[in-house]
């Protein structure tokens, strides 16, 4: 009987959206997931430090290995940690349809935007709160998605909007995008896939 779902949680930086996670789960509101592993595509990132600080197993499977060898390794990860499903949380590599086929409807990502605006290749970080600045939009957000073989775009899980203020800047913007809806949204996805898992598991 699987009582919680082994969370894989990818990340690229600073992690943040990590934290949002690891918060939730302290907090009681991932009752049917636990953080088992953080996977790295950059050994600077301070996300490590992160999962260290709360106790989570963290290795570094570097972005600059060829795509084979790079998912070769993750997958090995995964494997030895027994991981059930994936959450991308800043992830900045895109994984292939091989990977990804392999995981379906157990790869999560959180994109700061409302899809399918401004998302698809190329479009992260601060590029999608330029952008939607540059549009002129007046509502904003993130998205929490599943992952398939087409960058952002897998069937969506969660949206929350965000009202663009006069005067935003893309980091102005960026900061209230992750405070009033990626860090509530992902967890709240994470709870209702691992949910899920459990009870087709059981």
């Known amino acids: 009987m699987l009582k919680s779902a082994r969370i894989a949680v990818f990340v690229s930086g600073g992690g943040t959206n990590l934290q949002a996670l690891l918060?939730?789960?302290?907090?009681?509101?991932?009752?049917?997931?636990?953080?088992?592993?953080?996977?790295?595509?950059?050994?600077?990132?301070y996300a490590l430090e992160r999962a260290e600080k709360a106790n989570v197993p963290a290795h570094t499977v570097p972005s600059s290995l060829i795509q084979h060898d790079f998912e070769a390794a993750i997958e090995l990860l995964l494997e030895q940690y027994k991981i059930d499903?994936?959450?991308?949380?800043?992830?900045?590599?895109?994984?292939?349809?091989n990977f990804t086929k392999k995981w379906p409807r157990r790869i999560l990502?959180?994109?700061?935007?409302?899809?399918?605006?401004?998302c698809g290749r190329g479009m992260y970080g601060l590029k999608v709160h330029e952008a939607a600045l540059a549009r002129g939009v007046k509502v904003t957000g993130a998205t929490v998605h599943f992952v398939n073989?087409?960058?952002?775009?897998g069937e969506i899980i969660l949206q929350k909007a965000v009202e663009i203020e006069e005067g935003d800047t893309p980091e102005t913007l960026q900061r209230r995008v992750m405070e009033q809806a990626e860090w509530k949204l992902l967890p709240r996805a994470a709870e209702l896939v691992c949910r899920a898992i459990t009870e087709e598991e059981n």
């Open 149 to 153: 073989e087409i960058p952002d775009g």
């Open 109 to 118: 990502n959180i994109h700061p935007s409302l899809i399918p605006s401004f």
């Open 85 to 97: 499903v994936i959450v991308l949380a800043g992830f900045l590599s895109i994984l292939s349809e």
């Open 23 to 45: 918060d939730a789960q302290r907090d009681g509101k991932i009752p049917h997931g636990e953080i088992a592993l953080v996977i790295s595509s950059q050994a600077c990132a």
